[in-house]
């Protein structure tokens, strides 16, 4: 076993079995009784760290190499990829399964050595160490070490952006346009008790116009005038009193 030590993730496929799918161009999850299912793991590494793991390649081709056998591991030449960087990139692989039955996927484990989930999902760009078992071979006068990834420690987690479903629409709106400023957070005040209401002692209102109401003017306020109560005045009480004297003097000096 060798550990690599603070690296970089580079498309990990690691939470379930992948394989490359050539009508879609790139590599997709898959049933791990499919042939070529594999987890695997590619990451950069710097050059001392790509040194020590070549090191301990070559301890362990020396250990279990049999006659016939080239004899140094990969004639000599190193089997990393370097980068504009200077950093280096290398690869260790899975099977998702031997012989028919499933293989154990990577255990994976936070800076202070919690166990993640099993669905647990490593993204591209997050530091990470890396256990790796070392597995010499040697074929048609080739010879290598195959790395398989055993174990990860998460490091530094890098989130996964969200990517969006669209295309890109030329002199469209952008946060940019509005600074932000345009979205702004609601109140919690607003969903409050409403406030109290203080009333004004009660006066007699004024009496609108039904016909002001009718015009929908209400510019001016049209009050009615108040009803003017007739009342009949009585006769005088001294007239009555003449009126019946009157009367009985002509019965009197009628005859």
């Not at 790796?132 to 048609?140: A, E, K, Q, T």
């Not at 600074?179 to 702004?184: C, L, P």
């Amino acid at each position: 076993m060798h550990i690599i030590k603070n690296v970089t993730a580079y498309y990990p496929h690691l939470d379930q079995p992948y394989k490359w799918n050539d009508q879609h161009g790139r590599t997709m999850p898959c049933s791990y009784k499919e042939n070529g299912a594999e987890y695997n793991l590619q990451w950069f590494m710097s050059g001392g760290e790509a040194k020590r793991l070549m090191a301990a390649m070559e301890v362990a081709y020396e250990e279990d190499k049999k006659d016939g056998w080239p004899k140094s591991l990969n004639d000599g030449e190193i089997p990393f990829k370097k980068q504009e960087d200077k950093t280096w990139l290398h690869i260790a692989k899975l099977e998702a399964a031997y012989q028919g039955e499933l293989t154990k996927p990577p255990k994976h484990f936070d800076s202070k050595n919690n166990e993640l989930p099993e669905n647990f999902r490593l993204t591209t760009g997050s530091t990470i160490n890396v256990q790796v078992s070392l597995h010499p071979w040697s074929r048609d006068g080739n010879s290598g070490v195959k790395l398989r990834v055993r174990q990860v420690q998460v490091i530094q987690y890098k989130p996964e952006p969200v990517r969006a479903a669209f295309d890109v629409v030329e002199d469209g709106f952008t946060m940019e346009d509005v600074g932000g400023s345009a979205f702004t957070a609601v109140s919690d005040d607003s969903f409050g008790e409403e406030p109290a209401v203080v009333e004004a002692p009660a006066t007699e209102a004024p009496k609108k116009s039904a016909k002001a109401d009718a015009f929908g003017d209400d510019d001016e306020e049209v009050v009615a005038e108040p009803k003017k109560k007739v009342v009949k005045k009585s006769a005088p009480a001294k007239a009555e009193k003449d009126e019946k004297l009157a009367s009985v003097l002509d019965e009197w000096f009628d005859d």
